[in-house]
């Protein structure tokens, strides 16, 4: 047996400007956020992903956290969403007193299932989530009929979708708000990091004010006013201009970083197309109508039993293969926040059969064995 893992399953991938930006960030009289490098993230985001406006926030939760005081969330307003999903979609509604409503997901893209939403909608329904799962693009165009003839808000949890695309147009573009993550699991990183991406024009100050501690301090900064003041509720919502000199380094070679993690992510379909045919597992499914980022490559094995054993095996062999979320709506506190819509079956044995494989840049002479190994072990 390994005595330890040598095949990480993610690792931080440096693109060879971040010390640079770092260095001058520190030169500069100011380390808080909105300067410089905050200036540069955002107007990056506003021009390559077709956003109204973006705001840089200190992870993809806080995100969510703001679209949920946008929208003025309060006790008893239902946010309906997948429950194979992290967290924070939820926690940010609750927060505010809302009530997640757990639908099931789509048993090819495993994305949030549109003909499950109209069912579930209440006089209570505020908002839907779109999760896009590992980079994939929900059914976009449905659930935004459905969002428009029923009154409601739509949110893009675009976390794992950053430079993913339906039907040509960015993830992130295409719902009412939008939250990204830049986290150290994900392609694009700053350790931990995020924004808003507001598509809705008459959300853009509120915004501002909700990340300032609800104050109007952009306003100020802008010297549309003399000074600025407590004006609603709000948070501290900005990241530093440490994070925001990183990230912009990132952002610069993005669309490099995507191309290479599609490459690799082809390389593990391509050599699992056999065990797929073999019924030996499920490979993931990407509509024509969407092109993904590489974020991430799962499979799907027949049996909990079969997905620990291959787990088991892999880790002898030191590659980290891993699992995904427990459902929300079987969590304690899932449970005791969130209504549930259905048995969702889907998701019950998606938790429990699915497995991710390694996939970072720098993996690229290794995968041939992980291929094998993995193989070996079905």
């Given at each position: 047996?390994?005595?330890?893992?040598?095949?990480p399953?993610?690792?931080?991938?440096?693109?060879?400007?971040?010390?640079?930006?770092?260095?001058?960030?520190?030169?500069?009289?100011?380390?808080?956020?909105?300067?410089e490098?905050?200036?540069?993230?955002?107007?990056?985001?506003?021009?390559?992903?077709?956003?109204?406006?973006?705001?840089?926030?200190?992870?993809?939760?806080?995100?969510?956290?703001?679209?949920?005081l946008?929208?003025?969330?309060?006790?008893?307003?239902?946010?309906?969403?997948?429950?194979?999903?992290?967290?924070?979609?939820?926690?940010?509604?609750?927060?505010?007193?809302?009530?997640?409503?757990?639908?099931?997901?789509?048993?090819?893209?495993?994305?949030?299932?549109?003909?499950?939403?109209?069912?579930?909608?209440?006089?209570?329904?505020?908002?839907?989530?779109?999760?896009?799962?590992?980079?994939?693009?929900?059914?976009?165009?449905?659930?935004?009929?459905i969002?428009?003839?029923?009154?409601?808000?739509?949110?893009?949890?675009?976390?794992?979708?950053?430079?993913s695309?339906?039907?040509?147009?960015?993830?992130?573009?295409?719902?009412?708000?939008?939250?990204?993550?830049?986290?150290?699991?994900?392609?694009?990183?700053c350790?931990?990091?995020?924004?808003?991406?507001?598509?809705?024009?008459?959300?853009?100050?509120?915004?501002?004010?909700?990340?300032?501690?609800?104050?109007?301090?952009?306003q100020?900064?802008?010297g549309?006013?003399?000074?600025?003041?407590?004006?609603?509720?709000?948070?501290?919502?900005?990241?530093?201009?440490?994070?925001s000199a990183?990230?912009?380094?990132?952002?610069?070679?993005?669309?490099?970083?995507?191309?290479?993690?599609?490459?690799?992510?082809?390389?593990?379909?391509?050599?699992?197309?056999?065990?797929?045919?073999?019924?030996?597992?499920?490979?993931?499914?990407?509509?024509?109508?969407?092109?993904?980022?590489?974020?991430?490559?799962?499979?799907?094995?027949?049996?909990?039993?079969k997905?620990?054993?291959?787990?088991?095996?892999?880790?002898?062999?030191?590659?980290?293969?891993?699992?995904?979320y427990?459902?929300?709506?079987?969590?304690?506190?899932?449970?005791?926040?969130?209504?549930?819509?259905?048995?969702?079956?889907?998701?019950?044995?998606?938790?429990?059969?699915?497995?991710?494989?390694?996939?970072?840049?720098?993996?690229?002479?290794?995968?041939?064995?992980?291929?094998?190994?993995?193989?070996k072990?079905?």
């Amino acid at each position: 047996m390994k005595d330890s893992i040598h095949i990480p399953f993610t690792k931080n991938h440096l693109v060879g400007t971040e010390i640079q930006f770092l260095k001058k960030t520190l030169t500069q009289s100011s380390l808080v956020g909105d300067g410089e490098f905050g200036k540069k993230c955002e107007s990056w985001l506003n021009q390559h992903l077709d956003c109204h406006h973006s705001l840089l926030s200190p992870s993809g939760t806080a995100a969510l956290e703001m679209s949920a005081l946008l929208l003025d969330i309060k006790p008893g307003d239902e946010i309906i969403m997948p429950s194979y999903t992290f967290v924070s979609t939820a926690n940010a509604f609750v927060l505010r007193g809302g009530v997640p409503v757990f639908v099931d997901i789509r048993p090819d893209t495993l994305n949030l299932d549109e003909t499950k939403i109209e069912e579930v909608i209440t006089p209570r329904t505020r908002a839907i989530v779109a999760v896009h799962y590992a980079g994939v693009a929900c059914e976009m165009d449905e659930i935004k009929k459905i969002t428009k003839k029923n009154n409601l808000y739509l949110i893009e949890d675009a976390a794992q979708a950053f430079l993913s695309r339906y039907k040509g147009k960015w993830l992130g573009s295409l719902g009412d708000l939008s939250a990204c993550s830049f986290h150290g699991t994900k392609n694009i990183s700053c350790g931990e990091g995020g924004a808003l991406l507001i598509n809705q024009k008459k959300f853009i100050r509120r915004a501002e004010i909700i990340r300032e501690k609800g104050t109007n301090r952009s306003q100020f900064v802008r010297g549309e006013i003399d000074k600025y003041s407590w004006v609603e509720v709000g948070s501290s919502y900005l990241p530093s201009e440490l994070q925001s000199a990183f990230l912009y380094a990132q952002l610069k070679q993005s669309h490099k970083i995507t191309n290479q993690r599609l490459k690799l992510w082809n390389l593990y379909h391509e050599g699992l197309k056999q065990a797929e045919k073999e019924e030996k597992l499920t490979r993931p499914v990407v509509p024509s109508t969407c092109q993904h980022n590489g974020h991430m490559y799962y499979i799907i094995l027949p049996s909990p039993k079969k997905r620990d054993q291959l787990i088991k095996a892999l880790n002898k062999k030191g590659i980290q293969a891993v699992t995904h979320y427990v459902p929300l709506h079987s969590s304690p506190a899932g449970k005791k926040q969130g209504r549930t819509a259905g048995d969702l079956k889907v998701t019950a044995r998606v938790s429990r059969c699915l497995v991710r494989l390694p996939l970072w840049i720098g993996i690229e002479k290794q995968i041939d064995w992980v291929l094998k190994e993995v193989i070996k072990a079905l």
